[in-house]
């Protein structure tokens, strides 16, 4: 579209501005400057970091570049992008894996103490993280699983819950419940830790699972596989009063009561 070229136009140029004042960069006054021009935002509310990351991924060093400018000036990268209050962590891990390398580039920018200079964690006004939105995301014509565990390798905390109480692995379930992408969030050593965790109707990612009658069978089985496997309880009931089993499709439960029998017998 001829909109997004005019975008990438700008972007350049902004971009090519930055790397010039770079150039010159030991006065007071051009410090000021270089501040100004990284802050400074477009009639979109965009920045220049904000451009180079989204319009610019093809080159991600250009995004680094810029955020590495952020450190260097005291500033900090975790600004936000639009009413619901998104760092440009949460609008990348929303566009899927072709925007990777971005996030992998941005993510090795640390602040002058060693910390990483963007915040995996931070929350939009819906109380969702990055891994939230990557969760959401992920879909069979759009994957978010790179982006994911580019998230979790980096410090994202997978037990954090969004309004309703839910963590990325109660929505992951939710939305695809698709078992590669489970499988990376139940990679984690603390798994233990989050795999029980009850949103605030009391259901666990299990109780979730077990209400997925809409997903092909053998799907809805392995990933209940990969949650008892992990530790998950299927003897905990929800606000209902409701157990995951009960949960199930009527013609499906027999064979997933089997499973869970089977299942906890050899734990």
Not at 98 to 122: C, I, T
Not at 217 to 231: A, N, P, R, W, Y
Request: net charge positive; aromatic share 4%; with cysteine.
């Amino acid at each position: 579209p001829k909109s997004n070229k005019i975008n990438a136009n700008a972007a350049r140029k902004t971009i090519k501005t930055i790397f010039r004042k770079n150039l010159f960069k030991s006065s007071t006054n051009q410090k000021d400057e270089r501040k100004e021009l990284l802050q400074k935002r477009d009639k979109r509310g965009h920045t220049a970091l904000y451009m180079a990351a989204l319009l610019q991924k093809d080159l991600p060093v250009l995004a680094r570049y810029i955020a590495d400018s952020y450190v260097e000036l005291n500033l900090s990268p975790n600004e936000i992008y639009g009413s619901e209050g998104n760092s440009l962590l949460h609008i990348i891990a929303g566009l899927g894996d072709s925007y990777a390398q971005v996030l992998a580039d941005l993510l090795h920018v640390n602040g002058k103490n060693g910390e990483k200079a963007f915040d995996v964690n931070r929350r939009n006004n819906l109380s969702l993280t990055a891994l939230h939105i990557a969760a959401t995301s992920h879909s069979p014509n759009k994957s978010t699983l790179t982006i994911a565990q580019l998230l979790v390798k980096n410090g994202a905390t997978i037990k954090l819950q969004n309004e309703e109480g839910r963590t990325a692995l109660h929505l992951a379930i939710q939305y695809s419940c698709d078992s590669v992408f489970i499988k990376a969030l139940l990679q984690s050593p603390h798994s233990s830790s989050y795999v029980n965790i009850p949103d605030h109707e009391g259901n666990t990612p299990l109780h979730i699972c077990a209400a997925r009658n809409d997903v092909l069978f053998d799907k809805q089985k392995e990933v209940i596989m990969q949650l008892i496997t992990s530790g998950a309880s299927h003897n905990t009931h929800n606000r209902s009063g409701k157990f995951a089993l009960s949960l199930v499709a009527p013609e499906r439960k027999q064979e997933v009561k089997n499973l869970l029998n089977r299942k906890q017998s050899n734990l």
